[in-house]
């Protein structure tokens, strides 16, 4: 069974920065997609970057683009979010996922890590 663990949030200043990560247990990533998201009070959750295992290929929401990087080691089987830049906006629980780079739906998600950004 997969598992997916997020670290690293807390309570920061704008302008500052933060790294999280994403331990990740139970498979073997060649074929997945590893993404984070996010969701603040009163709002949907929201796409934030996603990571191929693989190719190590990149995608970002055109509201951190620029700010925000995602990596992964693939030794540690962990994946990281970046934050650079934070804004007050960017307070929100952000969330770790998974998927099947040949499927649309995020099956798999960890439990989420508070991000506060203070203005």
């Known amino acids: 069974q997969v598992q997916l663990v997020e670290s690293g949030g807390g309570l920061v200043q704008a302008g500052d920065s933060l790294r999280l990560s994403c331990a990740v247990s139970g498979r073997t990533f060649s074929s997945y997609v590893m993404g984070w998201f996010r969701q603040a009070p009163g709002k949907e959750r929201e796409f934030v970057a996603h990571i191929t295992w693989s190719g190590g290929s990149t995608y970002y929401a055109d509201s951190v683009k620029g700010r925000f990087t995602i990596s992964r080691d693939n030794a540690k089987t962990t994946v990281y979010l970046l934050m650079n830049s934070l804004k007050f906006e960017d307070t929100a629980v952000y969330y770790c996922?998974?998927?099947?780079?040949?499927?649309?739906?995020?099956?798999?998600w960890g439990q989420g890590t508070q991000v506060t950004v203070s203005s």
């Open positions: 996922a998974s998927k099947s780079i040949y499927s649309s739906t995020w099956t798999d």
